[in-house]
Each structure stands twice: as structure tokens, then as C-alpha cells.
């Protein structure tokens, strides 16, 4: 149902399941007991790290438990990463940088995704069950920027937080953050405060309204890190960010590996597959087959005309819930529906004489299928091998126009302005002095 890929093109890497905040939302299923509490020794973090190079992982994320407790491991980390061709980032609570941490992570081409629960100290810190700990962000935050790292804020949204996602936004916004996700909290597989945290349907929207109020008032990027389903709402036209194209990748193109080197398909899930410190990943890899090829979707869904759009919101929410094969308790009952508009599938298409090259940090993998094209953290795209050969003869070539290479190469000016519309669109082109 879904393409095969070799190996994950994105893993999320728990360097320690220890941390230093208990926070109540936390989806991470081992917190609850401290006894099992485990951090990957040196040697095991550089079998993982070069079990991920051999099987051409394209972007990590190194997460935890909290990550910057261990900052030896952190670094060495980054620094592998980034001797072996593998884009990584950093998912922090930050209120343990130093400037060795904030150095390291700077020179090593990485960034920082922070968690932030409300721009109201007090209720910062309720939720992370940890005083001081709003204080401590904002100091880890400002160290970060002041060593020029790319920071964005995750704010992990519930009952208790939900009208405060505006006002954390733009307070993050103040402090010089490039990013603000806002992602609706999910459940931690074995817990039971769930039902006192989770946000109902209509809620989303709520969430929705302050993102869009925040983008268009301030102009940081906005998003949110959720799977949703697209039948969420039918108000493509207003909601289509956040609703198209949001397929979860567990299994598909993502998985975890825990403290253990154990393999999981998502960090909120449990089921291990093998150990990434001993086995190649993209053996372990081919156990993951159930969650790519339909047997995990609601019947429903396997029907449904929008899936292509879609992917049937989040597997392990409905796992929580009693039944992995349900439909998402945030989808809708029918979806029957004709959407106000399909915003995601208008091109744009841009000016022939713009000048234009191949986005400077691209990144190739060649599978059966295609090849593999990365530019950044969320941005994947799949194209044949031979557009794959063009766009790197275009890299040899460096600036050009549509109007040149459709003469040069004698394409077909019709579907190629449209195909490097969306190639633009998707970052993998970009203006010639934007990439300077
Ligand atoms: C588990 S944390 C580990 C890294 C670090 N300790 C932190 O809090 O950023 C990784 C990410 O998951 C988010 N997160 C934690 N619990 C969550 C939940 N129940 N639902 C959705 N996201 C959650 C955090 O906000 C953070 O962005
Ligand atoms: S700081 Fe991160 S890992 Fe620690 S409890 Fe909070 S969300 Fe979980
Ligand atoms: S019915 Fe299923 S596949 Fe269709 S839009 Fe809703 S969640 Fe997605």
C-alpha cells in the first residue's frame, strides 16, 4: 500500500530514557518507572550512528528522556552525524544548555526543537512538575540563540493549555525563535491520565484559530507535529496546512530507536523489532512490513478517496484507546464529504526567467522506486532517476532559467514548467540569491 523503502529516511534516537523534568503529559511509556531508566553507553551510541550511515539515513533526531544531561554523548553524536552526511537536530527541554552544549551544537550544523507548555511560568512549571523550570527554558533558549542556534518551540497542547497557545507563540516569538509547532498531546501507551489531558474534536480548531492569529500577526512559521486525519474538517480552504498531507510516517519512512538500541516504529510506541546496536537496520527494517502495508488502516479508511491525503491520523492514539485498527477518534464519521476547496493541489506555476538553481543543500538516495530527494527536516521528495540526473547536472550547471533548460534539454515546456513549479514549491529549487 505504501512504498518500500530500504531503511527509515528519518529516526529519532533516544540517547537516555532519564530526564530531569516529570512532566504530566509525557509520552513516554517507561517514565512512570524509574528502575528501567537506561542510557546508551559510547560505544553503543557509535555502532548505532554507524548503523545509520551504512544504511543511508538521511535525518535524526536525537531526543530522550532529555538528551543534554548526557552532554558527552549529545556531542559525539552531532559530531558523527555530521562526519557522516546525516542532517540532525535536537529535541530539548534546554533547561540544561551550556555554552560548551550551545557551541558544540552550532559548529556541528545542528538545531533545537524546545519544548515550551505556556507562556505562564506557573503553569510551565505545573506541567513539567519541575519550579524553575519556565525560568530555566527562557535562559537555555536566549544561550542558544546568543550562540547563533536555530531554535523552534514545540508546545504540546491539552485541556489545560489550550487557550494559551497564541500567547506562548508570540512570547517565543519575542525571545527570537524561528519556529512555533503547536502539537495535540497523544497518549502514553500503559497510562491513565489521558482522559484528563486530551483535547475533544472541536478543539483542534481552537488550536487552529490561535496558529493562523499568530502567523498572520507576527509572521513566525507555524505548524503543528501531529498526524491528523484530513476529514478533521472540511474546511480545506482555512485548515488544509494542517490537515493535508500529514500522513504519520511510522514504519514507512520513520522509526525510533530507544536507550537500548532497540527499534520501535514510533516513539509513542512499544513493539520492538530488533537491536539497532547489533543488527543492521535495514534488516530490522523489514520487520516493520504491518505498518506499511494496510493492515494497521480502518477498513473504512482503505476506502476512503482522501487517504492519498491522508493516512488515517494516529495509530498509537488508537492503540491507546483499545483497537490499533480503529478510525481516529478525531476523524469524522463519513468521509463522504466534498471539501470546501483542495488547496494542496494547486501549483503555482513561477516565471520562466526567474533565476533559479538547485538548492545547494540537497541531499540524493536511490531506491527501486526513485530517488530520494532532502532538502530540510520535513521536506522529503520522491522523483524518477532520470529528473534525479537532471536536477544534478542543473547542480554542475549552477544558475539557470526555465526558459534555458527546456531549449537545452529539449523538454516537453508544458509538464516541465509544471514539474519545476513544483520542485520550487518543495524547496529543491530556490531563487538563485536566496541560495548565496
Ligand atoms: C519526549 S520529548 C524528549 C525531548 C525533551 N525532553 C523535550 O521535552 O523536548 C520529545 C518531544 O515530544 C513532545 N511530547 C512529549 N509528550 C508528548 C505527548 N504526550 N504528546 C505529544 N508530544 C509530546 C515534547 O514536547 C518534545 O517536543
Ligand atoms: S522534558 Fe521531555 S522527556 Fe522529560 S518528561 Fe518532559 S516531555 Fe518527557
Ligand atoms: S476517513 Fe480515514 S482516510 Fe478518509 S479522511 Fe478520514 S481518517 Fe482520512
Same mark, same amino acid.
Given at each position: 500500500?505504501?512504498?518500500?523503502?530500504?531503511?527509515?529516511?528519518?529516526?529519532?534516537?533516544?540517547?537516555?530514557?532519564?530526564?530531569? !523534568?516529570?512532566?504530566?503529559?509525557?509520552?513516554?511509556?517507561? %517514565?512512570?518507572?524509574?528502575?528501567?531508566?537506561?542510557?546508551?553507553?559510547?560505544?553503543?551510541?557509535?555502532?548505532?550512528?554507524?548503523?545509520?550511515?551504512?544504511?543511508?539515513?538521511? /535525518?535524526?533526531?536525537?531526543t530522550?528522556?532529555?538528551?543534554?544531561?548526557?552532554?558527552?554523548?549529545?556531542?559525539?553524536?552531532?559530531?558523527?552525524?555530521?562526519?557522516?552526511?546525516? &542532517?540532525?537536530?535536537?529535541?530539548?527541554?534546554?533547561?540544561l +544548555?551550556?555554552?560548551?552544549?550551545a /557551541?558544540?551544537?552550532k559548529?556541528?550544523?545542528?538545531?533545537? $526543537?524546545?519544548?515550551?507548555?505556556?507562556? =505562564?511560568?506557573d503553569? !510551565?512549571?505545573?506541567?513539567?512538575?519541575? %519550579?524553575?523550570?519556565?525560568?530555566?527554558?527562557?535562559?537555555?533558549?536566549?544561550? $542558544?540563540?546568543?550562540?547563533?542556534?536555530?531554535?523552534?518551540?514545540?508546545?504540546?497542547?491539552?485541556?489545560?493549555? *489550550?487557550?494559551?497557545?497564541?500567547?506562548? @507563540?508570540?512570547?517565543?516569538?519575542?525571545?527570537? +525563535?524561528?519556529?512555533?509547532?503547536?502539537?495535540? +498531546?497523544?497518549?502514553?501507551? @500503559?497510562?491513565?491520565?489521558?482522559?484528563?489531558?486530551?483535547?475533544?474534536?472541536?478543539?483542534?480548531?481552537?488550536?487552529?484559530? /490561535?496558529?493562523? &492569529? *499568530?502567523?498572520?500577526?507576527? @509572521?513566525?512559521d507555524?505548524?503543528?507535529l501531529?498526524?491528523?486525519?484530513?476529514? $478533521?474538517?472540511?474546511?480545506?480552504?482555512?485548515?488544509?496546512k494542517?490537515?493535508?498531507?500529514?500522513?504519520?510516517?511510522?514504519?514507512?519512512?520513520?522509526?525510533?530507536?530507544?536507550?537500548?538500541?532497540?527499534?520501535?516504529a514510533?516513539? /509513542? !510506541?512499544?513493539?520492538?523489532?530488533?537491536?539497532?546496536?547489533?543488527?543492521?537496520?535495514?534488516?530490522?527494517?523489514?520487520?516493520?512490513?504491518?505498518?506499511? =502495508?494496510?493492515?494497521?488502516?480502518?477498513?473504512?479508511?482503505?476506502?476512503?478517496?482522501?487517504?492519498? *491525503?491522508?493516512?488515517?491520523?494516529? &495509530?498509537?492514539?488508537?492503540?491507546?484507546?483499545? =483497537?490499533?485498527?480503529? *478510525?481516529?477518534?478525531?476523524?469524522?464519521?463519513?468521509?463522504?464529504?466534498?471539501?470546501?476547496?483542495?488547496?494542496?493541489?494547486? #501549483?503555482?506555476?513561477?516565471?520562466?526567467?526567474?533565476?533559479?538553481?538547485?538548492?545547494?543543500? #540537497?541531499?540524493?538516495?536511490?531506491?527501486?522506486? @526513485?530517488?530520494?530527494?532532502?532538502?530540510?527536516k520535513?521536506?522529503?521528495?520522491?522523483?524518477?532517476?532520470?529528473?534525479?540526473?537532471?536536477?544534478?547536472?542543473?547542480?554542475?550547471?549552477?544558475?539557470?532559467?526555465?526558459?534555458? #533548460?527546456?531549449? =537545452?534539454?529539449? $523538454?516537453?515546456?508544458?509538464?516541465? !514548467?509544471?514539474?519545476?513549479?513544483?520542485?520550487?514549491?518543495?524547496?529543491?529549487?530556490?531563487?538563485?540569491?536566496?541560495?548565496?
Amino acid at each position: 500500500m505504501y512504498r518500500e523503502f530500504k531503511s527509515p529516511l528519518t529516526v529519532q534516537l533516544e540517547i537516555t530514557s532519564k530526564c530531569n !523534568h516529570r512532566c504530566t503529559h509525557c509520552y513516554n511509556y517507561w %517514565r512512570s518507572d524509574n528502575s528501567i531508566e537506561t542510557t546508551l553507553t559510547e560505544i553503543d551510541l557509535i555502532k548505532i550512528m554507524e548503523n545509520l550511515r551504512n544504511s543511508e539515513i538521511m /535525518q535524526m533526531v536525537i531526543t530522550g528522556g532529555e538528551p543534554m544531561i548526557f552532554s558527552n554523548l549529545l556531542i559525539k553524536g552531532l559530531e558523527l552525524a555530521k562526519d557522516f552526511g546525516i &542532517r540532525c537536530s535536537i529535541n530539548s527541554n534546554s533547561t540544561l +544548555v551550556t555554552s560548551e552544549i550551545a /557551541q558544540a551544537i552550532k559548529r556541528n550544523n545542528s538545531s533545537v $526543537l524546545t519544548s515550551m507548555l505556556s507562556f =505562564d511560568p506557573d503553569k !510551565h512549571d505545573s506541567l513539567t512538575n519541575s %519550579r524553575g523550570s519556565c525560568a530555566r527554558l527562557v535562559k537555555g533558549i536566549k544561550m $542558544l540563540i546568543d550562540e547563533g542556534v536555530s531554535v523552534g518551540v514545540n508546545m504540546v497542547v491539552m485541556k489545560q493549555n *489550550l487557550y494559551d497557545v497564541y500567547k506562548t @507563540g508570540s512570547f517565543a516569538n519575542s525571545l527570537g +525563535v524561528k519556529n512555533f509547532t503547536s502539537t495535540k +498531546v497523544c497518549p502514553s501507551l @500503559g497510562d491513565n491520565i489521558f482522559e484528563k489531558l486530551k483535547l475533544d474534536k472541536d478543539d483542534n480548531l481552537i488550536l487552529f484559530d /490561535q496558529l493562523l &492569529r *499568530l502567523k498572520n500577526e507576527s @509572521g513566525i512559521d507555524v505548524d503543528t507535529l501531529t498526524a491528523y486525519p484530513s476529514c $478533521l474538517s472540511q474546511d480545506w480552504n482555512k485548515y488544509g496546512k494542517f490537515l493535508l498531507g500529514r500522513s504519520c510516517s511510522a514504519g514507512k519512512t520513520f522509526c525510533a530507536i530507544g536507550s537500548s538500541g532497540k527499534l520501535r516504529a514510533c516513539v /509513542q !510506541h512499544d513493539e520492538e523489532y530488533g537491536n539497532a546496536i547489533t543488527e543492521p537496520i535495514t534488516s530490522i527494517w523489514k520487520k516493520l512490513g504491518k505498518w506499511r =502495508d494496510g493492515s494497521l488502516l480502518p477498513d473504512k479508511c482503505k476506502k476512503c478517496q482522501y487517504l492519498y *491525503l491522508c493516512g488515517a491520523g494516529c &495509530r498509537a492514539t488508537c492503540q491507546f484507546f483499545g =483497537d490499533i485498527k480503529s *478510525l481516529d477518534p478525531d476523524a469524522s464519521d463519513s468521509c463522504d464529504f466534498k471539501p470546501i476547496t483542495d488547496e494542496k493541489n494547486k #501549483i503555482e506555476l513561477i516565471d520562466k526567467n526567474l533565476r533559479l538553481k538547485v538548492n545547494p543543500i #540537497i541531499r540524493f538516495r536511490e531506491e527501486k522506486f @526513485g530517488t530520494v530527494l532532502n532538502t530540510s527536516k520535513s521536506r522529503i521528495t520522491v522523483v524518477t532517476n532520470d529528473s534525479a540526473y537532471l536536477l544534478k547536472k542543473l547542480i554542475d550547471r549552477g544558475v539557470f532559467t526555465l526558459d534555458e #533548460i527546456f531549449c =537545452d534539454y529539449s $523538454l516537453n515546456i508544458e509538464s516541465a !514548467h509544471k514539474f519545476m513549479s513544483a520542485l520550487y514549491s518543495k524547496n529543491v529549487l530556490v531563487k538563485e540569491d536566496l541560495s548565496k
